[in-house]
């Protein structure tokens, strides 16, 4: 299989950029995938971001079960600050709360100097993760450029949020994707441009995985019993009737179809990662 891996250019370039705006911010939310916190983490940007209130936000949890849940549970156990939310179904409260509690000192200080600078926060994380719709529920208003491809953002963009300042940033991959189950799990989720993957390579990975940990929507869904991936993705073209002339299967629209499942949340609320995986 062929080893995924994407960092552009612009991501090398945005990577500075952030290294140089650290110094505007006051705290940093991590902007993660609820449905993979694991594989969504970038080990570089915690490093870069460690000296600042970090808050670990675990977005889209609408499409996550309760293996996200227990997750959370273990970064709160390491001492991480977090917070599950759906940018684009949830209330912006709880978030705002978690926000202010961990900049506390910061604001404190500020009244006493009788500063009227707002906070501070720059919004980080991989692509595809739901940063600009986070800061559009926050900002009451669609306020940050959206989108459902990995790269969406390509520039910093300083957004008002009340009495808080929120710096979008570009989607940021790690340089390396050494952990090439993660990064399949990425490819899968929307967070890789789709265009330098093998959508049949990630289609039956998706499968395998499936197979393991949701076996029950594979059935529903699809009428899939059992088999190799292969298998099941012959089984999922001939019970949606993806079929070519000569009834050849047609497995790119099958392929197609998986994904589009998966990330849209057709196949109901999963977690590809496991509380097992965690370092």
């Excluded at 059935?219 to 099941?232: D, K």
Aim: aromatic content about 6%.
């Amino acid at each position: 299989m062929k080893t995924v891996q994407w960092y552009p250019g612009h991501m090398a370039k945005a990577m500075r950029m952030l290294e140089e705006n650290l110094s505007l911010v006051d705290a940093v939310l991590l902007v993660l995938d609820a449905r993979a916190p694991l594989s969504s983490s970038n080990a570089r940007l915690e490093k870069l971001t460690k000296n600042k209130p970090l808050l670990y936000v675990f977005n889209k949890r609408d499409l996550a079960d309760a293996k996200s849940e227990a997750i959370a549970d273990a970064f709160r156990a390491k001492g991480k600050n977090v917070i599950p939310v759906s940018a684009v179904k949830g209330q912006a409260r709880p978030l705002l709360s978690a926000m202010a509690k961990i900049t506390e000192e910061k604001a404190e200080l500020l009244k006493n100097k009788d500063s009227a600078r707002p906070l501070r926060f720059m919004v980080a994380g991989i692509p595809n993760t739901g940063k600009s719709s986070l800061i559009n529920l926050l900002s009451g208003g669609k306020k940050a450029v959206t989108g459902d491809k990995a790269g969406v953002t390509r520039s910093k963009q300083w957004v008002r949020c009340g009495d808080a300042e929120l710096l979008d940033s570009p989607g940021l991959m790690p340089p390396a994707l050494e952990n090439q189950i993660f990064a399949k799990r990425l490819a899968a989720l929307g967070s890789v441009n789709d265009d330098i993957l093998e959508f049949d390579e990630i289609a039956l990975f998706v499968l395998e995985e499936l197979q393991k940990s949701y076996p029950e929507r594979l059935q529903e869904r699809y009428g899939i019993e059992n088999g190799t991936p292969l298998e099941m993705l012959e089984t999922l073209c001939k019970n949606r009737g993806f079929l070519l002339k000569g009834k050849e299967y047609d497995y790119e629209r099958g392929e197609r179809a998986l994904i589009d499942d998966l990330r849209k949340g057709r196949l109901g609320a999963l977690t590809l990662d496991d509380p097992s995986e965690m370092i």
